[in-house]
């Protein structure tokens, strides 16, 4: 058994701090993991809710560890070579949709068949 999948199965006797129902069937991620410090991504079935988890692991149970690098590995590769997502819409963007908006005059279709001046 590789950690993760220890992990997930000793998922179901702890709860959600937010709904406080069971983890049984949560989505865990490792983010990170060094010597025997992992840095674990949990999501509530449940509810839905993401949270960080640091676990700490004593003993024996390191030596399962190179399973989930090579995982931890695999997907730290998968996401160098993803698109990168587009930056938040800053307070300036907003305010500057206001200020247009409150000064057009015209319908929804009129609105978005504008061409873009900001080019």
């Given at each position: 058994?590789?950690i ?28 990170s ?49 993803a ?15 206001h ?8 319908t ?12």
């Open positions: 058994m590789s993760i999948e220890f992990i997930r199965d000793r998922a179901r006797f702890y709860n959600c701090p937010v709904c406080g129902r069971s983890l049984k069937g949560c989505d865990i991620q490792v983010l993991h060094e010597h025997e410090r992992f840095h674990l991504q949990v999501t509530c079935a449940q509810c839905q809710v993401t949270f960080i988890v640091v676990l700490a692991i004593a003993g024996g149970a390191v030596d399962e560890v190179e399973s989930v690098e090579t995982a931890t590995e695999a997907a730290a590769s998968r996401a160098d070579t698109v990168r997502e587009p930056d938040p819409i800053s307070v300036d963007e907003i305010l500057d949709v200020l247009y908006l409150k000064s057009f005059q015209g929804l279709k009129d609105l978005l068949h504008q061409p873009d001046h900001s080019r």
